[in-house]
């Protein structure tokens, strides 16, 4: 599909944005283990998510739709507990997943079943082995192409000891799919991580009942637990706040405000880099919903310069970053984004695809291997882009086209439903 953005005259109002993708995976995966009843408010209908809850019923799990409004369902998740899970029937479908994929094979390392796991061609690109070798070194049995490097995966449950492990990567799904695994095995689990990553799973099980500590780039867990369901409210998401943040910044009559984001300081990445470029942001607290701190946030209009986005940022603003490459394009002065080879291997290669489609768009960017340097103040020309099926990027590409002064078509544009369902009509109502 093909959608075609303006940038409106002005640009003010106000965005709730669906619940949070990762913190939705989790809420359903982390479920599994403890029998019982569990609800989840607020569960965003991204085909992420969707690909994870149709996991978790595989094995046995029954999900109920208590309520939906749009792309919002209120979910009553029953969970058997351990004993009463049985082994997929068919093959799981991960789809666009990485969080899907990578999650649930840690908790199946545990589960006395055999399961595939595959993926669509994107997924099948990623790289596994950065969960494949750890799980194995537990002592999993899972097997995939290329040695185990790529899906799809199978794996053949059955009892794992917990390790001591330096991940080679900050990467929150490596991290959690590891936990998983850790719950189940005999002994503890100690992982150390050169930055530290989203901690919605360490949050969540701890909630749980868990043992577990974390500390900066620090995570022990004890299993043994008795762990018990928990019921959240999953907060809005940043990744899906991002695009109207950007848009508040960089339109030049603009004003928008986004209520109800999870501010997880492991999350907020693109808060500070932003603010460092001399972005009017306003951070109101809400307070705490599901065990994470919420607030509602307001961007408006602001002249930015360039800066440098490297080092703990990257973890924190990953998804994101693709957005920071829009702002250096508006910024005076040079935007360098290192430290980031971790984009190369996400839905698309993100540093090639972003820096492709951006300069389409007449920005200056080079290309480095861990990141890309952005050369700002030209402006922006209008074209046709693609999104390449990655649903970060039609979101960037449609930011961009917000605050364009041509006329902006984003080829494959239905990619945003893997996050963010409904994001055209919100921008056409956003954008009149
Ligand atoms: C995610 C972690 C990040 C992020 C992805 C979601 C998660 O990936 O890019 O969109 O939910 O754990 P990595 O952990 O591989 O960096």
Redesign the pocket.
Known sequence: MRETVTAPVSLAGEITPLGD??IA?RALLLNVLAEGTARVENFPRGRDTLATLSSVQALGVAVDEESRLDYRSTFVVRSPGLGGLHEPAKVVDARNS??TLRLLIGLLAGLPFFTVVAGDRSLQRRPMGRIVQPLRLMGANVWGRDGGEHAPLAIQGGSLHGISYDLPV?????K?SLLLAGVLAQGPTTLREPLS??DHTERMLQAMGAHLRGEAGFIRLEPGAALHSLSIAIPGDMSGAAPWLLAGVLHPHARITVRGVGVNPTRTGLLDALRHMGARLTVASQGDQGGEPVADIIAESSQLHGVEIGGELV?RA??ELPLLALAGAFARGRTLIRDAA?LRV?ESDRVATTSLELSRLGVRIEERPDGMVIYGGQGLRGGTVRSHGDHRLALLLATAGLVCQESVAIEGSEAVDVSYPGFWSDLHRLAG
């Not at 900050?170 to 490596?174: E, L, N, P, R």
């Open positions: 993708k990762s995976h990485g969080t900050a990467s929150a799904q490596v959690s990553s989203r973890p990953i998804d971790e996400k």
